[in-house]
């Protein structure tokens, strides 16, 4: 296992800490404000302070999960790492379509194009203006993790093109593979994609599942072998009929405590506090753990989805190519 990979620089597995999986704290660009204007974040500031609130509260690492073409800005993420002595974790990759009217490079490129443009993200730095300018600008600032996702189960060629990149930069670099289940759904799908291109399901997360109340479908994920990552409890009321809280609770009584992170997914203003928003990324910490625990979680179950399965998962692995 080597080292994880921030924006700051690569740091040793233990060092991550209690980490959330999936997180966004910078959202910044002409599409997003036009189309999307409810997730814009793109108060560095502000970003700051709600660090603080979560390191404060024993958070050490975010993964900041916006790729390639979506408003990234690495000088910026780095900026907020420093400030608030947390690791910032970025991405490169491509979401699902919707998010790229008018770039059809997303959709037309041939995989080994896509996976040089992804590789030099983690190999060279991410580019200062996020692929959308006429040049290709390198920042020092370099991503650590893949992401993909899909809109339906069923990958459609386009799906199938990025998959195929991600699985190339995988295997080239050894980064590990984050994706975007639309309603929680598609994640089997997205590992059989995944491992018939080569990617060991160890190094996968599959993010939002919680969005799919299918306890069924939950354990026949983590049976893949693939992480689950559960994001959803700030979505609903903080109390013991949380459907995240509930969920987790069923997961970690079938022992699947191994399989899990967690993370907030606050992708918008009106969740941060220091915008004014509620309940806080930190309420994670603060407010859901003690219902988890309410639940029936031990300290173990806790620290293996916030510490120890991260610092497992983040890290690179060796090339396999």
């Not at 900026?79 to 770039?103: C, E, K, M, N």
């Not at 893949?146 to 093109?161: A, E, F, H, N, S």
């Not at 809280?245 to 399989?259: D, Y």
């Not at 753990?289 to 916030?306: F, N, Q, S, W």
Request: with cysteine; charged share 20%.
């Amino acid at each position: 296992m080597k080292n994880a990979r921030t924006v700051l620089g690569d740091v040793p597995p233990e060092s991550l800490g209690r980490t959330y999986a999936h997180e966004h704290l910078v959202i910044d660009a002409p599409l997003v404000e036009d189309r999307f204007a409810e997730i814009v974040l793109n108060d560095i500031d502000a970003a700051v302070a709600e660090l603080a609130l979560c390191a404060a509260a024993g958070v050490t690492t975010v993964v900041d999960a916006l790729p390639c073409a979506t408003g990234r800005h690495p000088e910026r993420l780095a900026d907020i790492s420093r400030r608030s002595g947390v690791h910032v974790i970025a991405t490169t990759g491509l979401h699902t379509q919707r998010w790229y009217p008018g770039f059809s490079w997303t959709s037309d490129l041939d995989p080994s194009t896509l996976a040089w443009l992804f590789i030099a993200d983690i190999e060279e730095g991410i580019d200062r203006f996020d692929y959308g300018a006429p040049i290709i600008d390198r920042s020092e600032h370099r991503a650590g993790l893949i992401k993909v996702g899909t809109l339906q189960p069923q990958l459609d060629d386009r799906d199938r093109r990025v998959f195929a990149a991600a699985a190339e930069t995988h295997l080239k670099t050894g980064a590990p593979i984050l994706t975007h289940c639309e309603g929680g759904h598609g994640g089997l799908e997205q590992v059989a994609a995944l491992t018939e291109l080569g990617v060991d399901t160890g190094r996968i997360v599959l993010s939002h599942t919680d969005k799919a109340n299918d306890l069924g479908y939950h354990a026949e994920l983590a049976a893949s072998g693939a992480y689950l990552e559960y994001d959803q409890t700030l979505r609903h009321p903080l109390d013991m009929n949380n459907p995240t809280v509930e969920l987790i609770g069923a997961m970690l009584e079938r022992g699947l405590a191994e399989r899990l992170m967690l993370g907030t997914d606050g992708a918008r203003p009106s969740m941060w506090t220091s915008l004014g928003g509620s309940p806080g990324l930190a309420a994670l910490a603060v407010e859901v753990l003690p219902l988890l625990e309410r639940r029936g979680a031990d300290d173990a179950a806790i620290e293996r989805m916030l510490a120890g399965n991260p610092a497992a998962f983040f890290p690179f692995v060796e090339p396999a190519a």
